[in-house]
């Protein structure tokens, strides 16, 4: 019998229908052992050796491995190709205790497939130490910093707090964003836009008779600088002699746009994609897709390569061939180039295993909605990256008027001729199309207006934008994206508003502030970036892991010893005006793991405590007339708005109340993405802000 252990039970279960009888497959759960929760667990005086312990819930599963490694004849490490997967094999041949009589091979695979798994069978090889010293590397790595430099924070902020090394670069990149939208100052300009058409014309359906929108754009042959005009008295004027003037064509261009397919799917553009399209958050988005790969239905979903299989791409031109037709397919497969000069061209892209499994198909055979729909964009964006570049025609017309001053005004359209790769893979794109012109052609003026605007100041990161701006960075890696914002996160660090962006705490603020005076290194980009390159060196064999370690851990020692000297206790408290009901001791507004909270200035001596009232919005609620609209957040940290009056009034709503009411039913207006929107859910009025 021969024993093949994976790190999930899941993948187990698909691995046991797809190999012979002669093969047992079981399951580690995970990690067999790991550096102990109770203590550092790191000898950094004998070159950073660290004590692994086997967690109470792995016991009694290295009991049962034991008992089956007994009976077989060769076992057979099979858990995922990185280095996670790497020092999970490393950990239970130790575990095990496995002897030197015991045949034992190390498999990698890329999909749980018949022909996969058969293929890895046939070439077996040698645990890479390599990988697990670089593992091993992060993982000593990150210890040190959380375990040294947390109980830091709670001696000179509060208890419950920690620090992480990546994740403190991650929090200070979102506590940054939210000082510049605090910082912005938003500038009123005005466009002047006109709505023109060919004189003589009066039958809209005619194609050179249609109305167009033309935007003034220059004066006196000089482009207007972004953001607009800025001087209303002067856009008035503009105004008044564009009313009076005659229009003209004064030039076309046409030209013929090719827009090529983007590659497959990496990690970071899965979870960018997702969280855009499905609304998935990166943890959500890497655990359904964990799914789909133990299941057989998509490639290993950790990877920063967009190589692809040779047999994938010709599974991909015979699907398109024969359900769309040869003018949907290419002569050649496409193939793109890995942006990262430190992925593996020997991985693969994100890819369905089976391209000739449509999603329909697919649904038949997935329960689950949400891998229903992660598959979908997952087949659609690689079946499209093997089809044509769809083709536009895009036009611009430039027209003059002169008068008192010079003007031109420009107007863009574009229609689709071919949509190439967009039969498959939907994307947004909207069509203008403009009316047949010629050069000289006079206009006659139907409408002209000037539109007040406001420059718009930075948003907030959300999970898609954050993990772009920390692959940019070169900060973590494929398999720790996700766990760098769960963690952020789950530590109380940041919050996420009803549209899922992500806005700093009071403690993460605070937190942040305190490694970026004290811990520089700690929460600096470019350190942490060329910490990452060490630890891929490490994985390639170019770099000793202890000395990486070592150059790190001195400076951090001494600097860490300096600051508990130095650095003063911060006082997070606000006195109120109120005395404790039980001491009559003045009450205090004190921070939390979970939030600020009310209590005594008398603690330890008096533990009185009570829940700070939600922050109100001064709006009353219309529900029951006599409450607060206030934030509150769920048991998951999402905010939301309710009466004050809660339970005995339910007005609930996730998007924000502006304190206008509706036109059409009085019901209260909240905030959504293009302006306001009445609460109540019958009705369907919406008013647009001008942008």
């Known amino acids: 019998m021969k024993l093949i252990i994976v790190e999930s039970p899941t993948k187990a279960k698909t691995l046991s229908r797809l190999l012979p009888r002669d093969f047992r497959v079981e399951s580690s759960f995970g990690h067999v052992r790991d550096l102990p929760s109770y203590e550092l667990g790191v000898d950094v005086e004998h070159d950073f050796k660290p004590h692994y312990v086997t967690p109470r819930k792995s016991q009694a599963v290295i009991k049962n491995l034991k008992e089956c490694a007994k009976k077989a004849s060769t076992i057979i490490l099979a858990m995922d190709k990185d280095r996670e997967g790497e020092a999970i094999a490393w950990h239970i041949t130790k575990a095990l205790g496995l002897k030197k009589n015991k045949t034992v091979e190390r498999i990698v695979f890329h999909e749980i497939t018949k022909t ?44 419950g707090l920690s620090a992480g090394r990546v994740q403190s670069v991650a929090l200070r990149l979102v506590v940054e964003r939210e000082k510049e939208i605090r910082a912005f100052e938003p500038k009123t300009f005005w466009t002047i836009e006109t709505d023109l058409q060919k004189k003589g014309c009066s039958d809209q359906n005619k194609k050179d008779c249609l109305s167009f929108r033309a935007t003034l754009d220059k004066i006196n042959q000089k482009t207007i600088e972004k953001p607009g005009l800025v001087d209303k008295n002067g856009a008035d004027d503009f105004l008044s002699e564009l009313k009076e003037s005659e229009f003209r064509v004064l030039d076309l261009e046409r030209k013929k746009r090719e827009r090529s397919p983007y590659p497959p799917y990496i990690t970071s553009t899965l979870q960018q994609d997702a969280f855009g399209r499905l609304g998935y958050s990166a943890k959500q988005t890497m655990r359904v897709a964990q799914q789909l790969y133990e299941t057989g239905f998509i490639t290993y979903m950790r990877t920063d390569s967009v190589n692809v299989a040779p047999e994938a791409l010709r599974q991909a031109k015979a699907f398109l061939e024969k359900e769309l037709g040869e003018r949907y397919t290419l002569k050649a497969p496409r193939r793109f180039k890995t942006k990262s000069k430190l992925a593996q061209e020997a991985h693969e892209a994100i890819r369905p295993t089976n391209p000739l499994l449509s999603p329909e198909e697919a649904s038949r055979k997935l329960k689950d909605n949400n891998q229903n729909r992660l598959y979908e964009i997952i087949w659609q964006r690689f079946v499209a990256s093997q089809m044509p570049n769809a083709i536009t025609e895009q036009t611009t017309i430039s027209v003059e008027t002169k008068g008192k001053n010079h003007y031109e005004l420009k107007s863009s359209g574009s229609i689709l001729i071919f949509d190439g790769f967009l ?93 970026v005076e004290h811990f520089a290194n700690i929460v600096d980009v470019d350190f942490t970036r060329q910490m990452e390159e060490n630890l891929d060196e490490i994985a390639s064999g170019t770099k000793k892991w202890q000395p990486v370690l070592q150059e790190f851990y001195e400076p951090f020692a001494k600097n860490l010893e300096e600051k508990y000297q130095t650095v003063e206790k911060e006082d997070l408290s606000e006195p109120l005006d109120r005395t404790c009901p039980n001491c009559s001791k003045s009450l205090m507004i004190r921070p939390g793991r979970f939030g600020r909270f009310i209590a005594c200035s008398g603690f330890p001596e008096c533990k009185f405590t009570e829940a700070l009232p939600p922050p ?64 109540n859910k019958s009705c369907l009025f919406r008013s647009t802000k001008q942008e």
Not at 135 to 144: F, G, P, S, Y
Not at 654 to 659: M, R, S, V
Request: hydrophobic share 35%; glycine share 6%; with cysteine.
């Open 616 to 679: 109100s919005l001064d709006i009353k609620c219309l529900l029951c007339k006599g409450g607060d609209i206030v934030e509150r957040r769920t048991k998951r940290k999402r905010i939301f708005y309710g009466c004050s009056q809660w339970p005995d009034c339910d007005f609930a709503t996730w998007k924000k109340p502006t304190g206008k009411l509706c036109i059409e039913c009085g019901s209260l207006m909240t905030e959504y993405a293009h302006g306001e929107k009445c609460s």
């Open 423 to 515: 039969k498959i893979y939907p994307s947004k794109m909207e069509e203008t199309i403009l009316p047949s012109l010629e050069k000289e052609d006079p206009l006659s003026l139907l409408k002209i207006e000037s539109i007040e605007r406001q420059t718009k100041g930075p948003g907030r990161f959300s999970d898609a934008s954050l993990i772009k701006e920390l692959e940019q960075a070169g900060i973590g890696r494929p398999s720790t994206y996700a766990p760098i914002l769960s963690a952020i996160e789950e530590r109380g660090y940041i919050i996420r508003d009803p549209q899922k962006r992500l806005s700093p705490t009071e403690i993460g603020e605070k937190v942040n502030e305190l490694l």
């Open 116 to 159: 996969a798994i058969a293929q890895a069978l046939k070439h077996p090889r040698a645990l890479d130490k390599d990988l697990i010293d670089a593992q091993q590397a992060r993982r000593i790595l990150d210890r040190l910093v959380g375990y040294k430099l947390s109980p830091f924070l709670w001696k000179k902020v509060m208890r």
